[in-house]
């Protein structure tokens, strides 16, 4: 599963004590950063424990691999990481189930590649701050602004929970289904992690719109820049005209005098 298959791919970067998410890239930038990118100057002279998560649709995470990188003391990630995060986590084992169907999980006591997992490390396990949960609440917060349109897998489709392109519908019983899915997610991390679907869907929507009207009135504004600069050229164009043949009025007049013209 990749990105070409509709998924989305997120890495996350945990603080010192594994209590929270310190920073969040798309995959692409995170190959960026271990590329040479901006310093982690924050995690300057450390081990950084991370997570990588393949997204599907409703933002639902169907795997992570817990994995760690070393950072120098200027604070640049190690060029030497080469840990394959997609193949690790295409052939991990099963982890929990926060809401749509048992996730893939790799981390140190459970990697697919056993020489991998000395640069892995074992999630904190906890139903209420664990670090599965902590990067699925991140996930859901969606601050990358994730799109994904890949299905959730057959788990939700067993709940009549079919997807669409542009956000969670079922036929007669879209309301059902996104009920199912609300109860799920408010089991698994409770009302303070509870996210309405609906609302997510709405507030998605609305964001679209937004950034549509703004391009349009960006581009409405740019073309009216550019039609002004144009009108000014032209007025100068004008202008420079005008004076030149108010030159060359006086050069003739200049050479008739010259001549002894009456």
């Known amino acids: 599963m990749t990105e070409q298959d509709g998924y989305e791919e997120a890495v996350l970067l945990f603080d010192a004590n594994l209590s929270r998410i310190d920073s969040e890239y798309t995959f692409s930038d995170f190959e960026a950063l271990i590329g040479g990118g901006a310093p982690l100057s924050q995690f300057a002279a450390s081990v950084v424990h991370a997570a990588f998560a393949l997204v599907g649709l ?13 950072v120098d003391e200027d604070g640049h990630a190690d060029s ?3 840990l394959p995060l997609r193949y690790l986590a295409d052939n991990a084992g099963t982890g929990p189930d926060l809401g749509a169907g048992p996730l893939r999980l790799a981390c140190r006591g459970q990697c697919p590649v056993p020489w991998h997992s000395v640069n892995m ?4 396990s906890d139903p209420e701050r664990g670090s599965i949960e902590l990067v699925q609440k991140v996930i859901w917060r969606n601050r990358l602004g994730l799109r994904p349109s890949a299905a959730i897998d057959t788990v939700l489709q067993a709940d009549n929970l079919e997807l669409v392109e542009n956000g969670l519908a079922s036929h007669n019983g879209q309301s059902a289904s996104l009920k199912v899915m609300e109860a799920r997610l408010t089991e698994t991390f409770g009302e303070e992690g509870k996210v309405n679907l ?8 609305e964001r ?6 703004k391009y349009r009135a960006e581009l409405a504004e740019q073309q009216q820049t550019y039609l002004n600069q144009i009108k000014d050229c032209r007025d100068e164009i004008r202008a420079l005209k005008s004076e030149l ?11 008739s005098l010259l001549r002894g013209d009456p």
């Open 58 to 70: 409703a933002l639902s995470c169907r795997a992570m691999v817990f994995f760690t990188f070393k």
């Open 80 to 82: 030497n990481f080469n």
């Open 121 to 124: 490390w074992e999630p904190v």
């Open 198 to 205: 609906e609302k997510l869907i709405r507030q998605h929507n």
């Open 208 to 213: 679209l719109s937004e950034v549509s009207s």
């Open 245 to 255: 043949r108010n030159e060359q009025q006086k050069s003739r007049r200049l050479q």
